[in-house]
């Protein structure tokens, strides 16, 4: 609604400030998303689009008509702005309060790119809704100030919330990243005789299925069953 008002709305200078597009998967060609060759991430990736398809369609299309109530003040708002308003936010938006918050933009501060281990500011809450931007370390004159988006978020959750992943010529590549994959018997039966590792017959041993039990996996030893890791 904001973004509909134009230089109406108290919040316009911020808006004009914000990004005209996102390098976020939602903007992805559809040869980009099947370029990504991970399926985890491809997933989520058209689970959203799918989301905002959906959404646009069943409760956008319609808006000012048959008496029903405009917030955007006739201003047409289809997929492609609510994915901009989706970027904008998961790009942006702090969880003030702790990973169970609310999120919430803070502008200015949400200016300053990801630093991974050792940014050099750090977001602090204060009373009343503040918020502060603290140096962590001296900054030179001019240099930008860096802020972690999160110390524990995989490559998947860099690239499909804030549309980029860390430099893979760096040496500092991301202590945080995981592979996900499913585990189904009929993998771990192909990985057993890959690596030359007998595989009794009929329920397997107790031992097999303790050690399953212990990394989380016990789904994958029984029949038809698969489990993420």
């Known amino acids: 609604a904001h973004r509909a008002a134009g230089p109406a709305s108290p919040v316009a200078p911020y808006l004009a400030a914000l990004p005209a597009t996102f390098s976020t ?3 992805f060609s559809p040869a980009a998303v099947r370029a990504v060759q991970y399926a985890p991430l491809v997933a989520q990736i058209d689970k959203r689009a799918r989301w905002v ?3 646009a369609r ?3 299309a319609d808006l000012g008509r048959d ?3 405009d917030p955007f003040n006739g201003v047409t708002v289809d997929a492609g702005g609510l994915a901009w308003a989706l970027s904008a936010v998961t790009s942006r938006a702090f969880r003030l309060g702790g990973p169970g918050s609310a999120p919430a933009l ?3 501060i949400d200016m300053c790119n990801h630093e991974g281990g050792s940014p050099g500011a750090k977001v602090v809450p204060g009373p009343g809704g503040s918020v502060t931007l ?3 370390r001296a900054l030179a004159a001019s240099a930008p100030v860096t802020i972690s988006y999160g110390d524990a978020l995989p490559n998947d959750d860099l690239l499909g919330d804030y549309g980029f992943m860390p430099d893979f010529g760096s040496a500092a590549l991301n202590p945080a990243d995981c592979v996900k994959f499913r585990l189904d018997a009929g993998l ?3 990985s057993a ?3 030359g590792v007998e595989v009794e017959e009929g329920s397997p041993a107790p031992w097999r299925l303790a050690a399953a039990a212990g990394a989380g996996v016990a789904a994958a030893f029984t029949a038809g069953g698969g489990a993420g890791v």
């Open 25 to 27: 998967p939602l903007f």
């Open 53 to 55: 398809a959906a959404f």
């Open 58 to 60: 069943q409760h956008l």
């Open 67 to 69: 008496g029903r109530p």
């Open 106 to 108: 803070v502008p200015v």
């Open 134 to 136: 603290v140096a962590a």
């Open 188 to 190: 771990l039966t192909a």
């Open 193 to 195: 005789a890959l690596a």
